[in-house]
T-cell receptor, first 115, second 117 residues
């Protein structure tokens, strides 16, 4: 079974630009969560999608958005990039409610650098 | 809101020795899950061990075991017979137990473990 795939692995963007990151969950998993990891703030939850609907949202500005497609693949978008958005963005997939398995499987992350 | 605290930013251990990483959490809920994740330099988060709050028995996975003290809200990780490959950042994480609440994980600050040969 293939793992969680995140693309791209590395990205360099300029302040003010926007960026889209992609996450393909494990086959059969319907829930996708996104996390931002920085040295100063640690791991922070961005949002979670299940069945194409946002189920949970963290405390991030509206510049951070996401969506999920019918095949469970998810994208997150950051508009008007700021230097502070430089981080490792991690995606995690879980089967979803009532699937009996609470373990979250993580992708290798996308390293975003804003210059 | 739930919080997770790891008070040891760095720990070191000699190869083949035992080390314990500490984690405390705060929650008003009775149904939840606790996890230890390992993040090596590759940055891939790997699940080490998990504990269901309703289980009194401490979870064990090979050389890894936990000491779960529900009343004290403490969840420490013991690594026995430490190996060089155990060197990584270790994160303690909390997840609510109610299925409808989603899969959101709350992480601690992390403990960087160094294994000395």
């Amino acid at each position: 079974k293939a793992g969680v795939t995140q693309t791209p692995r590395y990205l360099i963007k300029t302040r003010g630009q926007q960026v889209t990151l992609s996450c393909s969950p494990i086959s059969g998993h319907r829930s996708v969560s996104w996390y931002q990891q920085t040295p100063g703030q640690g791991l922070q939850f961005l949002f979670e999608y299940f069945s194409e609907t946002q189920r949970n949202k963290g405390n991030f500005p509206g510049r951070f958005s996401g969506r999920q497609f019918s095949n469970s693949r998810s994208e997150m978008n950051v508009s008007t990039l700021e230097l502070g958005d430089s981080a490792l963005y991690l995606c995690a997939s879980t089967p979803g409610p009532s699937q009996g398995n609470t373990e979250a499987f993580f992708g290798q992350g996308t390293r975003l650098t804003v210059v | 809101a739930q919080t997770v605290t790891q008070s040891q930013p760095e720990m070191s251990v000699q190869e083949a020795e035992t080390v314990t990483l500490s984690c405390t959490y705060d929650t008003s809920e009775s149904d939840y899950y606790l996890f230890w994740y390992k993040q090596p330099p590759s940055r891939q988060m790997i699940l080490v061990i998990r504990q269901e709050a309703y289980k009194q028995q401490n979870a064990t996975e090979n050389r890894f075991s936990v000491n779960f003290q529900k009343a004290a809200k403490s969840f420490s990780l013991k690594i026995s017979d430490s190996q060089l490959g155990d060197a990584a950042m270790y994160f303690c994480a909390y997840r609510r137990g109610v299925e409808t609440s989603g899969s959101r994980l709350t992480f601690g600050e992390g403990t960087q473990l160094t294994v000395n040969p």
